[in-house]
C-alpha cells in the first residue's frame, strides 16, 4: 500500500473515530499529494519517496508555525499545530539518534575526504542524499559543523 493510499484508508477511519484533529491533519497531507500528483510533468503517480518529502516538509511548516504561534503568545494555536504535527509524523521513517547520525556523517567525511570547514558543501551534498528521510537537515548540517571544526 502507497503512502497515498494509507492516507486515504486513515482519513475514513478519523471520520468514523470523529477525530478531528487527525481528520484535518490528513486532508491536509492529502490536498497536498493530490497537487503532487496533479502537477505538470508528473505522470499521475506520486511515488513514496516523493510523499516522504512532501511530509517532511508538512511537519517542518507545522512546527514553525507553532513556533510562530508561542511568539504571539497563542498557545491553543501551536498545540493544535503540534499535534497535527504528531499525526503526520506518523507515516515517516524512525529518525537517526545522534550517536546514528554522528556515524553516518563521519562515514561521508572519510569517503568524500573532507579535511575542513571548507569542504562542508561536498559533505553536505552527499549527506542530504544519503540521509534524506533519516534526518532533519538543520540536524545534519549542525553535526557535519561540528564534526570539520575538530
Same mark, same amino acid.
Given at each position: 500500500?502507497?503512502?497515498?493510499?494509507?492516507?486515504?484508508?486513515?482519513?475514513?477511519?478519523?471520520?468514523?473515530?470523529? !477525530?478531528?484533529? &487527525? +481528520?484535518?491533519? /490528513?486532508?491536509?497531507?492529502? $490536498?497536498?499529494?493530490? =497537487? *503532487?500528483?496533479?502537477?505538470?510533468?508528473?505522470?499521475?503517480?506520486?511515488? !513514496?519517496?516523493? &510523499? +516522504?518529502?512532501? /511530509?517532511?516538509?508538512?511537519? $517542518?511548516?507545522?512546527? =514553525? *508555525?507553532?513556533?510562530?504561534?508561542?511568539?504571539?503568545?497563542?498557545?491553543?494555536?501551536?498545540?493544535?499545530?503540534?499535534?497535527?504535527?504528531?499525526?503526520?509524523?506518523?507515516?515517516?521513517?524512525?529518525?537517526?539518534?545522534?550517536?546514528?547520525?554522528?556515524?553516518?556523517?563521519?562515514?561521508?567525511?572519510?569517503?568524500?575526504?573532507?579535511?575542513?570547514?571548507?569542504?562542508?558543501?561536498?559533505?553536505?551534498?552527499?549527506?542530504?542524499?544519503?540521509?534524506?528521510?533519516?534526518?532533519?537537515?538543520?540536524?545534519?548540517?549542525?553535526?557535519?559543523?561540528?564534526?570539520?571544526?575538530?
Amino acid at each position: 500500500m502507497t503512502l497515498f493510499d494509507q492516507v486515504s484508508e486513515d482519513i475514513k477511519k478519523a471520520m468514523l473515530a470523529k !477525530d478531528k484533529v &487527525a +481528520l484535518d491533519a /490528513l486532508r491536509g497531507v492529502k $490536498k497536498e499529494f493530490l =497537487e *503532487a500528483k496533479t502537477a505538470p510533468g508528473s505522470n499521475g503517480e506520486l511515488p !513514496d519517496e516523493q &510523499a +516522504l518529502r512532501i /511530509l517532511q516538509k508538512l511537519v $517542518k511548516q507545522r512546527k =514553525e *508555525a507553532a513556533e510562530m504561534y508561542t511568539a504571539a503568545a497563542r498557545p491553543e494555536l501551536a498545540e493544535e499545530e503540534l499535534n497535527q504535527c504528531r499525526i503526520i509524523e506518523q507515516y515517516l521513517p524512525q529518525m537517526m539518534s545522534e550517536d546514528e547520525l554522528r556515524q553516518a556523517l563521519e562515514q561521508i567525511i572519510a569517503q568524500v575526504g573532507a579535511t575542513g570547514p571548507q569542504d562542508m558543501g561536498k559533505v553536505m551534498g552527499v549527506a542530504t542524499k544519503s540521509l534524506a528521510g533519516k534526518a532533519e537537515g538543520r540536524a545534519i548540517s549542525t553535526m557535519v559543523k561540528t564534526l570539520l571544526a575538530k
